[in-house]
């Protein structure tokens, strides 16, 4: 089962909220080719939340645009679909009505129902199916918004730390699980995270972001195989690299703001 993946283009994009006098995004400028597992990692309120639901059709900038293969994006497409931090299922329906919902909705389910099966098992959830999913678990909640999500063979897949409520052994395994079905289908990734074990354990590359207001700042590739041994050196290197040059940035920031406040 393979998809056919999307390249992303943010070109010039800054973004002010009405009643806001500073903008939350400045001068964002970012290329994701097709296929690319992207990481945007920043603090709390540095505007990267901001900047998917922009990738996702949801907001639009005030300046600048989002492009995906060439389009620009003016609203959300069942080609580009997101994963919030909570799985927002309708509890009266089963698991498997749960995952058929994006496909019910643009009028293709009889032609690709199977598809539902087939991903029910990957995420594995076969077994669940006919369960209503207010008996399931949260990891297992999650695993059916990622079925849901892949059921309309997205493009690209957007994710806003839909992992970050879950206990650390259930929140691994699924950003394990997530990486390498993106990996192995050819679907562009895009994910907004403050977790450093995160971005170098899902993403290709990671995009570092500053705050007040948002800006990227800089950039780290993620040269390692799937599935990704937490345990090697290659990995915890990478790991304290991400974080020395994610405090150094941080300090810069801060040394900047501290000058302009004098």
């Not at 994009?13 to 920043?42: C, D, E, M």
């Not at 032609?111 to 207010?134: F, P």
């Not at 309309?152 to 957007?158: A, C, D, G, V």
Request: proline content about 4%; aromatic content about 6%.
């Amino acid at each position: 089962m393979t998809t056919k993946a999307s390249s992303v283009w943010i070109s010039d994009l800054s973004h002010t909220f009405k009643k806001q006098t500073k903008p939350t995004l400045k001068n964002i400028n970012l290329t994701i080719p097709k296929g690319q597992l992207t990481a945007l990692i920043g603090r709390s309120g540095c505007g990267k939340s901001t900047l998917l639901q922009m990738l996702a059709g949801l907001l639009i900038p005030s300046d600048g645009a989002v492009r995906i293969n060439a389009h620009t994006v003016t609203k959300p497409s069942a080609k580009w679909n997101m994963m919030f931090q909570k799985p927002s299922l309708y509890p009266w329906m089963t698991v498997r009505e749960n995952a058929a919902l994006g496909l019910v909705f643009s009028g293709t389910y009889k032609a690709k129902q199977d598809r539902v099966e087939t991903l029910l098992e990957m995420v594995g959830l076969a077994e669940h199916k006919d369960k209503n999913v207010q008996q399931l678990s949260g990891g297992q909640q999650q695993r059916v918004a990622l079925a849901r999500s892949l059921a309309t063979e997205p493009e690209i897949l957007l994710l806003d730390e839909p992992f970050s409520a879950l206990d650390a052994f259930t929140r691994t395994q699924l950003q394990n699980e997530v990486a390498e079905i993106c990996h192995n289908q050819g679907i562009t990734m895009v994910m907004v995270t403050h977790d450093i074990d995160e971005a170098v354990a899902m993403a290709d590359k990671v995009v570092i972001m500053s705050q007040n207001p948002g800006e990227i700042v800089g950039e780290m590739e993620v040269n390692l195989t799937y599935p990704r041994d937490r345990s090697v050196d290659e990995f915890i290197s990478l790991k304290e690299k991400l974080f020395n040059e994610f405090e150094k940035i941080d300090i810069a920031k801060q040394n900047s703001i501290n000058e302009d406040n004098l």
